[in-house]
């Protein structure tokens, strides 16, 4: 049995498509499996990273699990969530785990940045832990521009940060079919694969290839660094992620370049962000 954590969201829900159309059998976690809806066969079960008896049942009989956390950054002195999913999958008897990391997931314990601090203890919670473990480690997702849904139902612009800051987003179909591979065979244990799509875009091109599939001429309107820095302060982050987050985009150009690992190990070039907004256009319309 496979377990896959965060079951609803958009790398969850692919992966756990993908291992079921698969005939893999499959347990969704979510917070609210009464509410989730899951093809059919798939197992939904109730789990929350802060609440370790429901992790204790929700793990109990799986061989493989796919391991992924929405605690934000600073939120806590570590990454509880993340550390206690790894407990729990090792208290298990867990044999193949996959870990969702960051592209700057490789930094040290030691790191001056919040962010590769945070990330890198979340990795050592798997690295060496498992029999067959795999880290992934995706830069930006295409399917963040699902953020521009609700603006565009109502108008054609849409107000977006950093919006000439390039980035070679990955679609989460990709990055599921790399997790079913390593939850489903030893090809990839004590592999760490930093990932990338096809190309490196704008949000402002990335609207712009959005539009043509939409039929629509589509306008940004540009969000000031300053009013960006506001807006992470108010959802939470602490501020010394805020600034590790804005010299990230402002002065460093990680997660820029196109790597070549997706397409290595799918066999196949990766899909395009063209591809991914023909897709989900359905989610933008009026």
């Known amino acids: 049995m496979i377990l896959v954590t965060g079951a ?5 829900g692919e992966l756990v498509r993908r291992l079921a159309a698969s005939g893999e059998p499959v347990r969704a ?3 609210r499996p009464d509410e989730a809806r899951f093809p059919t066969g ?4 109730y789990g929350d990273a802060a609440d370790p008896a429901s992790l204790t049942a929700a793990f109990t009989g799986i061989s493989a699990a796919f391991l992924m ?4 950054v600073g939120t806590a002195p570590a990454p509880t969530h993340d550390l206690a999913l790894a407990e729990a999958a090792r208290e298990a008897g867990v044999r193949r785990l996959v870990k969702l990391s960051v592209l700057d997931g490789g930094g040290t314990g030691g790191d001056r940045d919040p962010i590769v601090r945070w990330h890198a203890a979340a990795e050592a919670s798997v690295v060496g832990r498992f029999p067959a473990w795999t880290l992934l480690r995706p830069g930006r997702f295409m399917s963040n521009a699902l953020q521009w849904a609700p603006q565009l139902r109502t108008g054609d612009e849409v107000a977006i940060p950093f919006a000439d800051r390039p980035a070679a987003s990955i679609d989460p179909a990709d990055l599921a079919e790399i997790a079913a591979l390593a939850l489903t065979t030893d090809e990839h244990a004590g592999m760490t694969y930093e990932l990338s799509g096809p190309e490196s875009l704008t949000p402002t091109e990335e609207l712009s290839l959005l539009g043509r599939a939409l ?3 589509l306008r940004v309107r540009p969000v000031p660094p300053e009013a960006a820095r506001a807006g992470m302060e108010r959802y ?5 992620v805020v600034d590790a987050i ?6 460093d150009d990680r997660g820029t370049e196109v790597l070549p690992t997706a397409a290595k190990v799918l066999g196949r070039p ?3 962000f063209a591809q991914w907004a023909g897709t989900h256009a359905e989610a933008f319309r009026r």
């Open 29 to 31: 976690m979510t917070r």
């Open 236 to 240: 939470g982050f602490p501020p010394d």
């Open 8 to 12: 609803t969201g958009h790398l969850g």
């Open 42 to 45: 798939v197992e939904p079960v």
């Open 215 to 217: 039929s629509r001429d």
């Open 270 to 272: 990766a899909r395009t």
């Open 69 to 72: 956390s929405a605690q934000p």
């Open 246 to 251: 804005l010299h990230h985009t402002l002065d």
